[in-house]
């Protein structure tokens, strides 16, 4: 889980939050909620990476300038080289949007941290 304001630089020109700053939203809640259970991020790592494959984001209502978001974010199935997750984006227990998405591992194999941090976001423990 998260918490975040919206900042003024998120607004777009029809006065709501900007449709790729919620993705980017989603996307930060999981880096947040992977690394809470143990993987440790390198962004400055070179070579195999967590690659998001695909969004799909219903909009239900939008967030605008100030509002106090909260991020939630679970790992609906575990991938040989990923995983799949949901994402709701509240503002004050109203749902504003939900997402699901597929993350996969440009690499070999999926590393074992993830693969646990990944499996706590399941409610599994590997």
């Known amino acids: ?8 630089s998120a ?7 900007n449709n790729a700053l919620y993705a980017a939203y989603i996307e930060q809640d999981l880096w947040d909620a992977l690394t809470a259970h143990g993987w440790l991020l390198d962004p400055f790592a070179r070579g195999p990476r967590l690659r ?3 969004h ?7 967030a605008l300038y100030g509002d106090r978001l909260t991020g939630s974010v679970w790992v609906t199935e575990i991938l040989p080289d990923g995983f ?6 509240r503002r004050e227990g109203h749902r504003l949007l939900h997402a699901r998405s597929e993350w996969h ?7 074992e941290s993830l693969r646990r941090a990944a499996g706590a976001l399941a409610g599994k423990a590997r």
Do not use: K, M, N, Q
Request: aromatic content about 10%; glycine content about 2%; charged content about 35%.
């Open 52 to 54: 998001l494959r695909r």
């Open 56 to 62: 799909d984001i219903e909009y239900f209502e939008a």
């Open 84 to 89: 799949r997750c949901e994402h709701v984006l």
């Open 105 to 111: 591992w440009l690499g070999e194999a999926l590393p």
């Open 1 to 8: 889980r998260t918490d975040r304001r919206v900042e003024f």
């Open 11 to 17: 607004i777009d020109s029809v006065v709501h939050v």
